[in-house]
């Protein structure tokens, strides 16, 4: 799959796309890329279109194209691109969701344009904003890939990131995750931590929602455990949600066939 650009605004995306029909942006953890979505981008339900961009920042966007608003970027920033790219693409309305990271920039389009979603999948992430613990669990890491680097990010991440099964069975994807994290610069790692730790609490967002909502959590995830997700989804009024087993925080890549199946009978009933 050849990556494609798009010329917004104020910056260039790469992003990746497949199929043909009605769209569905799928946005990426941190700290990943676009590349996250493969699985999914290979196995494109009939009838729709996936379309998976990198992050402001990240895949070292910034060495190729100026990046406006890298060292400011908050989540709002981070919606207002999804929304560049949707009319772009001319995309007045679509389904928009997102793992992790992604999942608060989905919260974010949610909050500014919820008109234009048919859908909304939040996978493996949290509505609320980050604790005191939190934000200055961000700021440590902040320091930390700004003194050694991303290699230091990955090292400090990847446990984390994927299960336990998965570290034990998947030592291939283990490898693979880091990889896709090495990609990136420390600046779109440093970025996309300031954004988090500022991210304000989007609770009150979810039961003003009216379109059908997708939640769905790997059954190992220790970043945001299957009780986020149930909290999330008590406060949807139209959810369908899925535990995805053996999988921990990257469900989409630890289990991809059951995540596909999620999200494809999701969308078969939007």
Same mark, same amino acid.
């Given at each position: 799959?050849?990556?494609?650009h798009?010329?917004l605004?104020?910056? %260039?995306?790469?992003?990746?796309?497949?199929?043909?029909?009605?769209?569905?942006?799928?946005?990426? *953890?941190?700290p990943?890329?676009?590349?996250?979505?493969?699985?999914?981008?290979?196995?494109?339900?009939?009838?729709? =279109?996936?379309v *998976?961009?990198?992050? =402001?920042?990240?895949?070292?966007?910034?060495?190729?194209?100026?990046?406006v608003?890298?060292?400011?970027?908050?989540m709002?920033?981070?919606a207002?691109d999804?929304?560049? !790219?949707?009319?772009?693409?001319?995309?007045? =309305?679509?389904v $928009?969701?997102?793992?992790?990271?992604g999942?608060? #920039?989905?919260?974010? $389009?949610?909050?500014a344009?919820?008109? =234009?979603?048919?859908?909304?999948?939040?996978?493996?992430?949290?509505?609320?904003?980050?604790?005191?613990?939190?934000?200055?669990?961000r700021?440590?890491? #902040?320091?930390?890939v700004?003194?050694?680097?991303?290699a230091?990010? &990955?090292?400090a991440?990847?446990?984390?990131?994927?299960?336990?099964?998965?570290?034990?069975?998947?030592?291939?994807? $283990?490898? *693979?995750v880091r990889? #896709?994290?090495?990609?990136?610069?420390?600046?779109?790692?440093?970025?996309?931590?300031?954004?988090?730790?500022?991210?304000p609490?989007?609770?009150?967002? !979810?039961a003003?929602?009216?379109?059908?909502?997708l939640? #769905?959590?790997?059954?190992?995830?220790?970043?945001?455990p299957? &009780?986020?997700?149930?909290?999330?989804?008590? *406060?949807?009024p139209?959810? %369908?949600?899925?535990?995805?087993?053996?999988a921990?925080?990257?469900?989409?890549?630890?289990?991809?066939l059951a995540?596909?199946?999620?999200?494809?009978?999701?969308?078969?009933r939007?």
């Amino acid at each position: 799959m050849t990556p494609k650009h798009a010329h917004l605004l104020n910056r %260039t995306v790469r992003y990746h796309e497949a199929g043909s029909g009605r769209t569905c942006i799928l946005l990426h *953890a941190f700290p990943l890329s676009a590349d996250q979505w493969l699985p999914q981008l290979h196995r494109v339900p009939p009838g729709w =279109r996936f379309v *998976a961009p990198d992050v =402001r920042g990240f895949r070292g966007m910034g060495q190729a194209y100026q990046d406006v608003g890298l060292d400011t970027a908050t989540m709002a920033s981070h919606a207002a691109d999804v929304l560049q !790219l949707m009319n772009h693409l001319d995309v007045d =309305r679509g389904v $928009v969701g997102g793992l992790s990271m992604g999942g608060y #920039i989905a919260l974010a $389009v949610a909050r500014a344009a919820a008109s =234009r979603l048919d859908g909304l999948v939040l996978a493996d992430t949290k509505a609320t904003a980050d604790s005191d613990e939190g934000r200055a669990g961000r700021a440590a890491m #902040i320091a930390k890939v700004q003194a050694e680097g991303v290699a230091a990010i &990955a090292d400090a991440m990847v446990p984390k990131l994927l299960g336990a099964t998965t570290q034990r069975a998947q030592p291939d994807l $283990v490898e *693979a995750v880091r990889t #896709i994290i090495l990609r990136n610069t420390p600046e779109a790692v440093a970025s996309a931590l300031g954004a988090m730790k500022t991210r304000p609490d989007s609770v009150p967002v !979810l039961a003003g929602l009216t379109c059908p909502a997708l939640v #769905i959590c790997g059954a190992e995830d220790v970043l945001t455990p299957p &009780a986020d997700s149930e909290a999330m989804a008590a *406060a949807l009024p139209a959810v %369908t949600t899925a535990v995805i087993p053996q999988a921990g925080h990257l469900s989409n890549l630890e289990a991809p066939l059951a995540f596909n199946q999620a999200l494809t009978e999701f969308l078969s009933r939007i």
